[in-house]
């Protein structure tokens, strides 16, 4: 099947939209639900690692000032924030890879939407020409 050159009007870039029919978009739901289903899991998995780096953060940072060496509460603070800053970017990296998953199953989402809706039109199209699936 041959393309057609659309403008998408939000950001002036040059799309290629092929059309499909019932039975590709049947299978477009399909591999997209497929996709969420095996979602939950690996979301499952990244947030139990985001909270094994947070428990992490937090102990590395307690023993951290409990050793330091500052004459002030804050002084103390300073030093295990310092002492456990490599606790602390593990943890916001895992924080963001479990956001980006998020994103990417809302997105999913979103699009399994809209091709749902996208399949009701087809289908009542087609009813509306005696036409069955």
């Excluded at 659309?6 to 059309?19: F, H, K």
């Excluded at 953060?57 to 004459?71: F, H, Q, T, V, Y």
């Excluded at 295990?80 to 490599?86: E, G, N, T, V, W």
């Excluded at 924080?95 to 980006?100: D, R």
């Amino acid at each position: 099947m041959s393309g057609t050159d659309i403008v998408n009007q939000a950001s002036g870039e040059l799309v290629t939209y092929d059309p499909v029919g019932p039975a590709e978009l049947e299978l477009m739901i399909r591999v997209l639900t497929d996709r969420l289903e095996a979602s939950v899991p690996v979301l499952r998995t990244m947030w139990h690692d985001r909270y094994e780096a947070e428990r992490a953060l937090i102990e590395g940072r307690a023993k951290a000032m409990l050793s330091a060496k500052g004459a002030t509460v804050t002084e103390k603070r300073a030093e295990a924030d310092l002492a456990s800053l490599p606790l602390r970017l593990e943890f916001d990296l895992k924080k963001e890879a479990l956001h980006a998953g998020e994103e990417l199953q809302k997105a999913l989402t979103a699009k399994l939407y809209g091709l749902l809706n996208l399949n009701k039109a087809v289908t009542a199209a087609y009813q509306s020409y005696g036409h069955g699936r």
